[in-house]
């Protein structure tokens, strides 16, 4: 059965009756949550916009469209991609699956192949495939390293303002720490980044100077009045302490922006008071947390012929426990640092829910993947199931977790401002030509 509501823009109020939301993404109706982890509600749609939601039974009438119980998610946001790797598989793979394979084939496809149309192409690509999927909100690390920065920014700035009222995009440059650049070729290269409206970041592991590289990083990200999203700690190296270091450094500096700190796989294989030593001062800065459970799961553990014992997702139950915010986003997609991936942030929650334990009970983590990564990027009226909200919506046929959670969902049907997506995702094919094909 193809499942397509009568579900139709115009100018008249759109009623969706019998709707299933998750109490935790609809905070006005918790309290008749009761516990529950999802609401029967009716909602109205009316100019692009929420204008009601009710607990269900309430907006019956001519022209109302019924969910027959159907879930309903506001669009999802993605704090953690890598759009201008996206996509190079096809010509340049990862021989054996490793983390240092991976960051080497990087390394030479892009000092080889990354001009400003490949890295456009391969962007639009990504983009085009999450917007299908229903994610409306996207920060994408990019490959900073110069000279690569004086390419790639101006692509990200211009897709930026193409996509604008689709999918909305943030920045971070990424780079290794110990190849931050000194004195005023940092300023120059700070420079780049902020005239293109992005933020800082680098990869960060253990070198002998790590606290001067993240104290000079650290200013220039004050100096230029710039936010801050870093990778730590992508490594089962019990000796890796990169995020409670930034940490400590944001206290030390009384740092001003805002700080995300993606993977942190170390505090995985670290003795529990080192755990909460960590987690204390990390709690304290106020950073925020991203795990990314699907790229770890690849890259972790991975030795030729023998099972991975250890998978590297991080420990985000014990973060919530301390009201430290913990978003769930996708990492790479089709490149050396996986092979997989779609931006898909239904296989991202999904993959994450059985990985991590995230059910019984199910708690707060669908926010997860939606209000919460929102708020990290500066829309906290985003993600989230409430009257005034933008009608962005994904609407599943499956009406509990068990039954969203146990398939794909590709029936799905996205809502944008009020109006059905045509859901096409890009074919492959498209990008042939890039690869010699
Ligand atoms: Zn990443």
Redesign the pocket.
């Known amino acids: 059965m193809v499942w397509r509501p009568g579900l139709s823009a115009g100018d008249r109020p759109v009623r969706l009756i019998d709707a299933h939301v998750p109490a935790a993404l609809c905070p006005a109706l918790a309290a008749v949550a009761g516990g529950r982890e999802r609401i029967a509600v009716d909602i109205t749609l009316a100019d692009g916009r929420v204008v009601a939601i009710e607990p269900a039974g309430q907006a019956r009438g001519e022209g109302a469209t019924d969910l027959d119980g159907g879930l309903v998610f506001p669009a999802f946001a993605d704090v953690?991609t890598?759009l201008d790797k996206g996509h190079i598989w096809p010509r340049t793979d990862n021989p054996d699956g490793r983390f240092g394979t991976a960051l080497n084939a990087c390394e030479i496809d892009r000092r080889q192949n990354w001009t400003a149309e490949d890295v456009r192409r391969r962007m639009d690509f990504a983009l085009r495939a999450a917007e299908a999927h229903g994610t409306r909100l996207i920060r994408t690390?990019i490959d900073s390293s110069p000279p690569q920065h004086r390419i790639s920014w101006p692509v990200f700035a211009a897709m930026r303002e193409a996509w604008r009222g689709r999918v909305e995009l943030q920045g971070v440059a990424l780079i290794g720490i110990d190849e931050l650049p000194e004195g005023s070729d940092l300023d120059a290269y700070v420079s780049v980044v902020a005239d293109h409206g992005g933020m800082l970041g680098a990869a960060v592991y253990p070198i002998d100077d790590l606290d001067a590289r993240l104290k000079r990083l650290f200013d220039a990200a004050v100096r230029f009045g710039l936010d801050l999203d870093f990778?730590a700690d992508e490594a089962l190296d019990p000796e890796a302490h990169g995020l409670r270091r930034i940490a400590e450094t944001a206290l030390e500096t009384g740092f001003p922006g805002q700080i995300t700190v993606?993977?942190a796989c170390s505090l995985t294989v670290q003795a529990d008071d080192e755990v909460c030593r960590t987690l204390d001062v990390v709690a304290r800065a106020g950073i925020t947390v991203v795990t990314?459970p699907l790229?770890n799961l690849y890259l972790q553990d991975r030795h030729p012929g023998r099972t991975p014992r250890l998978r590297g997702a991080t420990i985000v139950q014990e973060m919530a426990g301390r009201d430290i915010p913990v978003a769930i986003a996708s990492?790479?997609t089709r490149d050396p640092?996986y092979a997989y991936g779609d931006l898909d942030m239904l296989e991202v929650y999904r993959a994450a829910t059985r990985i991590l334990h995230l059910d019984h009970p199910l708690g707060d983590w669908p926010a997860a993947v939606t209000r919460v990564p929102a708020a990290m990027m500066g829309e906290p009226g985003r993600g989230i199931l409430e009257t005034g909200a933008p009608a962005n919506l994904v609407l599943f046929r499956a009406r509990s977790f068990s039954e969203l959670l146990a398939r794909g969902q590709d029936d799905r049907i996205v809502v944008r401002d009020g109006v059905v997506l045509d859901r096409v995702l890009p074919d492959y094919r498209e990008l042939d030509d890039l690869f010699g094909a």
């Open positions: 953690h890598h690390h990778h993606g993977h990314l790229c990492d790479n640092f």
